[in-house]
Nanobody, 118 residues
C-alpha cells in the first residue's frame, strides 16, 4: 500500500555532512509518523529520529544537536540533515512510516548506506 524510497547516502569524512531524503507514495494515511532508523552489521536496527505530520519530533540522544529531521507533507517526504558526522554513525539508514491508527501496518524503505571515515 505504501512505498518508501530513500536517497542521499554516501561516503563522507568525519565532521562532514549528508542530507537523506525519503519519498513516500501510495495509500498514505494523513496522520502518521515518519522516521529514520539505522543498522550496522551485526547490530540491531535502532530509531534515529521521528516526526509526526504535526511536527512533533523525537531524537535518539546520540544524534541530538547534530541531526535534524523535517518533513514536507505536501510531498510526502521526510528528510534527515546529518552534520558533524562521526564514524559511529556508519550504518544503513532506513526510512519508516507508521500510520497513527490502532493495529497499524509499518512500512520500510530498502535503505541507503552512510559511511563515515576517520
Amino acid at each position: 500500500q505504501v512505498q518508501l524510497v530513500e536517497s542521499g547516502g554516501g561516503l563522507v569524512q568525519a565532521g562532514g555532512s549528508l542530507r537523506l531524503s525519503c519519498a513516500a507514495s501510495g495509500s498514505i494515511f494523513r496522520l502518521n509518523t515518519m522516521g529514520w532508523y539505522r543498522q550496522a552489521p551485526g547490530k540491531q536496527r535502532d530509531m534515529v529520529a521521528s516526526i509526526t505530520e504535526g511536527g512533533t519530533i523525537v531524537y535518539v540522544d546520540s544524534v541530538k544537536g547534530r541531526f535534524t529531521i523535517s518533513r514536507d507533507n505536501a510531498k510526502n517526504t521526510v528528510y534527515l540533515q546529518m552534520n558533524s558526522l562521526k564514524p559511529e554513525d556508519t550504518a544503513v539508514y532506513y526510512c519508516n512510516l507508521r500510520p497513527r491508527i490502532y493495529y497499524p501496518n509499518v512500512y520500510w524503505g530498502s535503505g541507503t548506506q552512510v559511511t563515515v571515515s576517520s
